[in-house]
T-cell receptor, first 113, second 115 residues
């Protein structure tokens, strides 16, 4: 059963717009929440990650918002660019399991010029 | 620094054949894992290891076998290939311990087709 639920499945955003991808989880033992970016034919690459003791983390144009009580977290891509077109995966893990990741199903993002 | 290296990149197998996907990392990572990626399913954990000699099952372990005799290598064995195992396989590794920022590095993937 999917431990991390991700939405939307696909997203089209105009250049300069904000892309928002949402994820929800049930397991309160999760203590690490990364986002991965994957280009066709490549492996996933870490984009940004957060722990549950902070509500927001920003790195450049990428921001994670985390709501511990709602067990939800989201990725915001500000000023989206065509080069951001990729598949994005949220994930969650429990440090006691050796950082094995539980992934969402992914969001295919297309940023149009 | 090679990072996580997977071989082969592409493989076609006949149903019932066995094979091993190789994974090696040169970062002295304790944790290694194997995922499979299928369209619309995201990445699903097959097996993982928290150190040499220690392995455990993930979400979809059936039909796969692993061992971890060294820190560097974590091979994935398909015992008797089935068409349902047609997928892209990713190996990943990370440092030991519950330290935040414990980045998990993925290999480039192995495309496997079972006919």
């Amino acid at each position: 059963q999917q431990q991390v639920k991700q939405s939307p499945q696909s997203l089209i955003v105009q250049k300069g717009g904000i892309s928002i991808i949402n994820c929800a989880y049930e397991n309160t033992a999760f203590d690490y929440f990364p986002w991965y970016q994957q280009f066709p034919g490549k492996g996933p690459a870490l984009l940004i990650a957060i722990r549950p003791d902070v509500s927001e983390k920003k790195e450049g144009r990428f921001t994670i918002s985390f709501n511990k009580s709602a067990k939800q977290f989201s990725l915001h891509i500000m000023d989206s660019q065509p080069g951001d077109s990729a598949t994005y995966f949220c994930a969650a893990s429990n440090s006691n399991s050796g950082y094995a990741l539980n992934f969402g199903k992914g969001t295919s993002l297309l940023v149009t010029p | 620094n090679a990072g996580v290296t997977q071989t082969p990149k592409f493989q076609v197998l006949k149903t019932g054949q066995s094979m091993t996907l190789q994974c090696a990392q040169d970062m002295n990572h304790e944790y290694m894992s194997w995922y499979r990626q299928d369209p619309g399913m995201g990445l699903r954990l097959i097996h993982y290891s928290v150190g040499a000699g220690i392995t455990d099952q993930g979400e979809v372990p059936n039909g796969y076998n692993v061992s971890r005799s060294t820190t560097e290598d974590f091979p994935l064995r398909l015992l008797s290939a089935a068409p349902s195992q047609t997928s892209v396989y990713f190996c990943a590794s990370s440092y030991r311990g519950p330290v935040f920022g414990n980045t998990i590095y993925f290999g480039e993937g192995s495309w496997l087709t079972v006919v």
